[in-house]
């Protein structure tokens, strides 16, 4: 499967913002989908959490609950991460990736592919 992640740029603080990604290639419904984010030098971080089609619900970071929310449109083959109450520390580079393993979506070696990222700048 192939990842391509769009809708970052620079919003202020408190504003909106929709990131997408989209999956191609063979089966995109059979993955699991998580958003990690990085931040100027800093390691990649847990964002989001959402399973294939009717399975558990989506789990986010204690950072972002209440603000994100990822959803999947499994005609477009997309997934969206809306991103509310947008803070300075929320800029990063958000990547979206593909894995199997629902229950430990929150780690980076669960997920065997990648997107390319995109940059989310929030000023204040």
């Known amino acids: 499967v192939q990842l391509q992640a769009s809708g970052g740029g620079l919003v202020q603080t408190g504003n909106s913002l929709t990131l997408s990604c989209v999956l191609s290639?063979?089966?995109?419904?059979?993955?699991?989908i998580g958003w990690f984010r990085q931040a100027p030098e800093k390691d990649y971080k847990f964002v989001a959490c959402?399973?294939?089609?009717?399975?558990?619900?989506?789990y986010y970071a204690e950072s972002v609950k209440g603000r994100f929310t990822i959803s999947r449109d499994d005609a477009k083959n997309t997934v969206y991460l809306q991103m509310d109450s947008l803070k300075p520390e929320d800029t990063a580079i958000y990547y979206c990736?593909?894995?199997?393993?629902?229950?430990?979506?929150?780690?980076?070696?669960?997920?065997?592919?990648w997107g390319q990222g995109t940059l989310v700048t929030v000023s204040s």
């Open positions: 990736a593909a894995g199997t393993d629902y229950g430990l979506g929150y780690l980076r070696k669960s997920y065997n592919y």
């Open positions: 290639g063979r089966n995109p419904n059979d993955y699991v």
């Open positions: 959402i399973n294939r089609p009717g399975g558990n619900p989506p």
